[in-house]
C-alpha cells in the first residue's frame, strides 16, 4: 500500500516539486556490503543485492540527479555553488566484493565513490567475528545443540534451545562477549570453525566466498587506483569516548590506508554512525575535515561537517519510497508532522 502511494505521488509531480524546493541541499547515500549469498535477507540494513544497488544508481541516471565526490560536494556546498539536487555516495567497512560490485557500477556510471575502511580485518583478512556469529545462528535450521559447548565459547554448557528467539539471541550474544573477552583473532576464528560444524553449516565455503571478509591491501590499492576515495572509518570499529583511545582508532586506520590512498586522510565515518559532542574537539586536532553520522536527513550550508547526515540505503525500501526520500518529499513530511505535533503538545 505505502508503495503504491508513493507511485501515485510520484505520478502526480510531488517529488519533482519538492526536488525544487530542497535543490539546494545535498544528500550523501550510504552503503555497506553486496550480498554474496543470502546476507541481504538476514540484514537488508546493511547487506543489498547488486541487482537493487545498480538499480538505484540508473533511478539517480534517469531522474538527472548530479553524483559528486565527498570532497568536491563539501567545497561547492561551503562556496555556495552546489549543483541542484547533488548526491555522494558512500559506503561503510570495505567488505571484500566491493572492488566487483560497488566500484565497477558506480564507474559504469560515471559516478565518485567513498569508502571508508575498518582496517583491524583488512589486515586480519578474516571473517569479521561478531557479524559472523549472528549469521550463523540466522542460518542454520538446528532446533538446539548438545554436548560439551566450550569450543563454541560457552564453557560448562551442555544444551542450548535454538527455537527460541530470544534465547537464541541471547547464546549468540555470549558467544560473541566470550570471543572478544578471551580469545585473540585466532581463538575467535576457531570459535566459528566449531560453531560451523556444531550448526552444520560450511565454514570454509564462506571464507572461500568472501562472506564477512574485507578488502586486504591488494584490493585496497586496486580501487584507490582506479579513483575511489578511501576514507576513514577507525582500526577497530569502535570509537571510544575517550580521547587517548580514539585518537588510537584513527592514527592506526591512518597508518594502514594513508600509504594506500597516497594522500593524507581528512574524511572520516563514524561506526554505526554512533558519535558523541565530547569527540568533535578531537577530530579537529587530528586534522579531520568531515565525518558521517546514520542520522538521516539532507546536509545544508552552514551545517557541522563533523556530524554529517546520511541516508542509509535498505534491500527492503522500494524505488518509489527512495526516490520520495532523495527528493525531500519525506523530508518535507517529516517536518510538517513535527509541527503538528508540537501545535498538539
Request: hydrophobic content about 35%; charged content about 25%.
Amino acid at each position: 500500500m505505502k508503495d503504491r502511494i508513493y507511485g501515485m505521488l510520484r505520478r502526480a509531480g510531488a517529488f519533482y516539486l519538492m526536488r525544487r524546493l530542497f535543490r539546494h541541499k545535498l544528500m550523501i547515500l550510504c552503503y555497506h556490503g553486496i550480498s554474496l549469498d543470502d546476507e541481504h535477507e538476514w540484514w537488508p540494513g546493511v547487506f543489498m543485492t547488486e541487482d537493487r544497488f545498480r538499480g538505484r544508481l540508473k533511478l539517480l541516471k534517469d531522474h538527472g540527479y548530479r553524483v559528486l565526490g565527498l570532497g568536491d560536494a563539501l567545497n561547492r556546498l561551503s562556496e555556495g555553488s552546489l549543483p541542484a539536487n547533488s548526491i555522494v555516495i558512500t559506503a561503510d567497512d570495505g567488505y571484500l566484493n566491493s572492488p566487483e560490485t560497488l566500484v565497477e557500477c558506480c564507474q559504469e556510471f560515471g559516478y565518485p565513490l567513498t569508502i571508508y575502511v575498518t582496517s583491524y580485518y583488512a589486515e586480519k583478512q578474516t571473517p569479521i567475528f561478531n557479524v559472523m556469529v549472528q549469521y550463523l545462528f540466522w542460518k542454520t535450521d538446528r532446533s538446539s545443540l548438545k554436548g560439551d559447548l566450550s569450543a563454541i565459547g560457552l564453557p560448562g554448557v551442555d544444551h542450548i534451545d535454538l527455537e527460541d528467539s530470544v534465547e537464541k539471541q541471547r547464546w549468540c550474544e555470549r558467544i560473541i562477549n566470550y570471543g572478544r573477552a578471551n580469545c585473540d583473532e585466532n581463538g575467535r576464528q576457531n570459535i566459528l570453525k566449531a560453531l560451523c560444524a556444531k550448526l552444520e553449516l560450511n565454514y570454509g565455503g564462506m571464507v572461500t566466498a568472501g562472506m564477512f571478509r574485507l578488502m586486504g591491501q591488494k584490493q585496497l590499492q586496486m580501487i584507490a587506483d582506479k579513483g575511489v576515495d578511501v576514507q576513514l572509518h577507525t582500526h577497530r570499529h569502535v570509537f571510544p569516548v575517550d580521547k587517548d583511545q580514539a585518537n588510537r582508532e584513527i592514527s592506526e586506520n591512518r597508518e594502514f590506508l594513508e600509504p594506500i590512498a597516497g594522500k593524507s586522510l581528512e574524511h572520516f565515518c563514524y561506526p554505526s554512525g554512533k558519535w558523541d559532542p565530547a569527540q568533535l574537539p578531537w577530530l579537529n586536532k587530528m586534522s579531520i575535515r568531515s565525518a558521517t553520522t546514520c542520522n538521516l536527513g539532507f546536509v545544508s550550508e552552514g551545517d557541522d561537517y563533523l556530524t554529517l547526515r546520511r541516508y542509509l540505503d535498505k534491500q527492503t525500501i522500494s524505488d518509489n519510497e527512495f526516490l520520495a526520500e532523495i527528493s525531500g518529499f519525506l523530508a518535507f513530511a517529516r517536518q510538517i508532522r513535527g509541527k503538528v505535533r508540537s501545535i498538539w503538545n
